[in-house]
């Protein structure tokens, strides 16, 4: 039989690389996207749109992109894509997190079954999942800290 305490050490382990990593990605796009301006205005005072280093070629491109306003009149927005010729671009979606929730209260309401209306399109799955909390039950630290002593 496995050893809990060692499963638990390398599974918290995993969550904290996971989190290592997760803080390490924002941090590196963060400083990728101050390199990529700072070379794209290094390129265009040298007045040098094209580059070969390192038998890659790094070519200047003016873009641009376009983001929804937050908080904006979504009706409103909608309906302006639409009336453009644009509706077939909306695309309904719905979170997992929050399909989840509704899911979980449906199946709450209907004795533990998912309502058949749902079945040719939600498939659930069981697992077992473990939870991990700061610790903070003190007759908990203390009978760990005795045993430790």
């Known amino acids: 039989m496995a050893d809990i305490f060692l499963l638990i050490d390398e599974y918290k382990e995993l969550l904290d690389e996971k989190d ?5 990605t924002t ?3 963060k400083i990728l996207e101050e390199k990529r301006k700072e070379l794209a205005q290094a390129m265009i005072d040298a007045e040098s749109p094209r580059i070969s280093r390192g038998g890659f070629l790094y070519s ?15 009706n409103g927005f ?8 644009l509706g077939d671009i909306i695309k309904r979606t719905v979170s997992a997190q929050t399909l989840n929730g ?10 533990g ?5 749902f079945e040719e399109f939600i498939k ?3 697992y077992y999942d473990v939870g ?17 002593g």
């Not at 909608?78 to 010729?85: A, K, P, Q, R, V």
């Not at 991990?132 to 430790?148: P, S």
């Open 102 to 111: 509704a899911m979980a209260g449906l199946v709450e309401e209907n004795d």
């Open 27 to 29: 941090k590196n796009n």
């Open 60 to 74: 200047l491109q003016d873009k641009t992109k376009y983001n929804k306003i937050g908080g904006c009149d979504e």
């Open 132 to 148: 991990k909390r700061k610790e903070t039950n003190k007759a908990a630290k203390n009978a760990k800290q005795k045993k430790e």
């Open 113 to 117: 079954k998912l309502p058949e209306d």
């Open 78 to 85: 909608f309906e302006t894509l639409e009336e453009h010729g």
């Open 20 to 24: 290592r990593l997760k803080d390490a």
């Open 124 to 126: 659930p799955y069981q």
